[in-house]
Nanobody, 116 residues
Framework: QVQLVESGGGLVQPGGSLRLSCAASGFTFSTYGMRWYRQTPGEERALVAAIDRTTYYTTYADSVKGRFTISRDNAKNTVFLQMNSLKPEDTAVYYC?????????WGQGTQVTVSS
């Protein structure tokens, strides 16, 4: 059974940091590209960051460049999103996503709220 389980979300003040984790099981994690998306009410999910399965090449949305860092640990089947200098506009549900050719999987999401 494929599972992507996000954790690490919560309430943080502006300027603070959070580290999201996504633990994968049920598929060969190291062969999948991994991404983080986020979604706010009434909006479509938007790509935040992506990391390649072999080169570990990373890409970021312009809105998070220099503040967020995506990384992966293939030995632990886990992808991370380090979020620094958080802003209220980063408030969203964050989703983990795995993709390989025609196969893809979503996690259930974790809420991140940035507010004073």
């Amino acid at each position: 059974q494929v599972q992507l389980v996000e954790s690490g979300g919560g309430l943080v003040q502006p300027g603070g940091s959070l580290r999201l984790s996504c633990a994968a099981s049920g598929f060969t994690f190291s062969t999948y590209g991994m991404r983080w998306y986020r979604q706010t009410p009434g909006e479509e999910r938007a790509l935040v960051a992506a990391i390649d399965r072999t080169t570990y090449y990373t890409t970021y949305a312009d809105s998070v460049k220099g503040r967020f860092t995506i990384s992966r640990d293939n030995a632990k089947n886990t992808v991370f999103l380090q979020m620094n200098s958080l802003k209220p506009e980063d408030t969203a549900v964050y989703y983990c996503y795995a993709i390989k050719e025609l196969n893809s999987y979503w996690g259930q999401g974790t809420q991140v709220t940035v507010s004073s």
